[in-house]
């Protein structure tokens, strides 16, 4: 189950989109570093595109079942449910963005939202 999860949240661009927030998060740092701030921006950049990664999923079911490089991927031979992985998908992308709105700031809540919809 879990390698199916790690499978439909696409966990390593997850990784990479997390690289370039804390290239980003270091850049615009401007001398001034809050250690708790960037854990906060990890925190909520990974659920946001974790969940958009998921909803993404949900959205090509229907497409992934006819290619042969993507029919066996979890969705597509319903290792896991559509509806749960949409439940699971939306609700990284509240997590996350709750997150981001609350402990960053607005406009990073804001381009997440943008960027995981």
Do not use: C, W
Not at 97 to 116: C, E, G, H, M, P
């Amino acid at each position: 189950m879990i390698q199916n999860l790690i499978e439909l949240t696409k966990v390593r661009i997850g990784f990479l989109v997390l690289t370039t927030t804390v290239i980003g998060f270091y850049l615009g740092a401007q001398g001034s570093f809050s250690s708790s701030l960037l854990l906060y921006t990890i925190i909520g950049t990974l659920f946001s595109s974790t969940g958009g990664s998921i909803i993404n999923n949900v959205i090509e079911v229907d497409s992934d079942k006819k290619m042969d490089r993507t029919k066996h991927r979890v969705l597509p031979t319903k290792k896991i449910s559509v509806k749960f992985a949409l439940f699971l998908g939306l609700s990284f992308i509240v997590l996350g963005l709750s997150v981001l709105y609350l402990k960053v700031n607005t406009l990073t809540a804001l381009l997440s939202k943008f960027s995981s919809t």
